[in-house]
Every structure is written in C-alpha cells, then in structure tokens.
C-alpha cells in the first residue's frame, strides 16, 4: 500500500480566514513532505519532516505553518493568505528521509 | 543536484511503445536517475528509479547509457491513460532527500 491521503481535496478560503490543510499515511514512513505546484509548473518542495522534526523550510513565508503532530500526519496551518497562494498543495512521504517519495492526490487552494 | 533536460513534449500512438529520453550529463557518481508522472490535477506518482544499471518494473524499463550522462524511460505499450507529464529527476541517494522537479515532458499518448 504506497497511500497518502490529503483533506480536503478543494479549499476556498479569503485573505482573512485561517484554514489546514491535512496529510495522513499509515505506511510507517518517517519522512514527509510538503510541495507547491503553481498551475503549468513542476512541484517546489517547502517543507521536509524526518522523524517529526522539521529538518527543511525552503525559505517558506510565515503564514504557512507546518506540523507534524504523529509519525502518520503532517499538517499545513494556513494564514493571511494572499491570492498569489492559490496553487495545488502536495504531499508526500518516504520510509526514510533519502528514499523514494510517494504523492498524495494534493489539495487545490484557492485563495480570494 | 544535477539538472535534466527533457524535451517538452512528445507525442506517442496507442499501444506502441514511448521512449522518452532525458539528459542529465553533469550527474554525479552518487546521484540516482528518478522518474515521477503526473497525470493531470492528480499528485505526482512514482514510476521507477536506478544508478548504473538498467532497470525494469511492472510499469516501465529504464536504460541509463554506459557513461549516465542520458538515460530513456520506456512505456513499452503507450495507453491513453499513460498521457502525463513525465519528470525526470537526479538526486543524491543516500544524502539528499529533495526532489527537485525540472520542466518535464508532456507525453501524449494518441488513438
């Protein structure tokens, strides 16, 4: 089973609001990942969780806030974003942190 | 990690095999050749990897050249669902844990 799951699948949300986006597998990996695909682009990586730590932020803005509360879940903490945020937010994972990575479906944000 | 280069796009008949061919002549001896697809709206998805030798799995057959500076991922019977943006990535396997996606190419697989 290579499953991540990602909830929800489409978010619309305005400048104010604050929302998460939320990433589950249950294949024991210890490594997870969060990547930004603006539309026509590739993926751009943000964040890398190993073993729950943050061990990458790709000089992310503030207003995105990862956690990661368990082994299994990964979390994307949304504020004040603008509408240049709006993208496909991706997640992944790997059994160990140089190992194969595999994609969840991804949520598509919308921000107004 | 090296860079690729992929054509942009290509275009392949149903049930004839897609060659698609990427160059990576800057890699490194510890770095491995990934290849990812992404179907349209959908997370990309894992198809197979390797460092020296060719290799084949349920999905496709990778053939890296003696010298690794290009390597051909095969779909040996194209279907129209194989229609993606296929990524070829080169990455450190043992050290790095980034996947650095380039441009792709966009295959599209034709009745």
């Known amino acids: 089973d290579t499953e991540v799951t990602q909830t929800p699948k489409h978010l619309v949300m305005g400048m104010t609001n604050k929302k998460s986006l939320k990433c589950e597998q249950h294949m024991g990996h210890r490594a997870m990942y969060w990547y930004k695909q603006k539309a026509k682009k590739p993926p751009e990586l943000m964040f890398v969780?190993?073993?729950?730590?943050?061990?990458i932020n790709e000089s992310v803005p503030s207003r995105f806030s990862p956690e990661c509360p368990n082994s299994s879940l990964l979390n994307l903490h949304l504020h004040a974003l603008q509408p240049e945020d709006s993208a496909l937010y991706l997640c992944?994972?790997?059994?160990?942190?140089?190992?194969?990575?595999?994609f969840g479906p991804g949520t598509r944000l919308l921000v107004l | 990690d090296a860079k690729t280069t992929q054509p942009p796009s290509m275009d392949c008949a149903e049930g004839r095999a897609a060659n698609l061919p990427c160059n990576h002549s800057t890699i490194s001896g510890n770095e491995y050749v990934y290849w990812y697809r992404q179907i349209h709206s959908q997370g990309p998805q894992y198809i197979i990897h390797g460092l020296k030798n060719n290799e084949t799995n349920e999905m496709a057959s990778l053939i890296i050249t003696e010298d690794r500076k290009s390597s051909t991922l095969i779909l040996p019977h194209a279907t129209l669902r194989d229609t993606a943006v296929y990524y070829c990535?080169?990455?450190?396997?043992?050290?790095?844990?980034?996947?650095?996606f380039g441009g792709g190419t966009r295959l599209m697989v034709k009745p």
């Open positions: 969780y190993s073993y729950e730590k943050l061990s």
């Open positions: 990535i080169v990455r450190v396997g043992n050290a790095g844990n980034m996947l650095t």
């Open positions: 992944a994972s790997s059994r160990q942190h140089q190992e194969t990575q595999y």
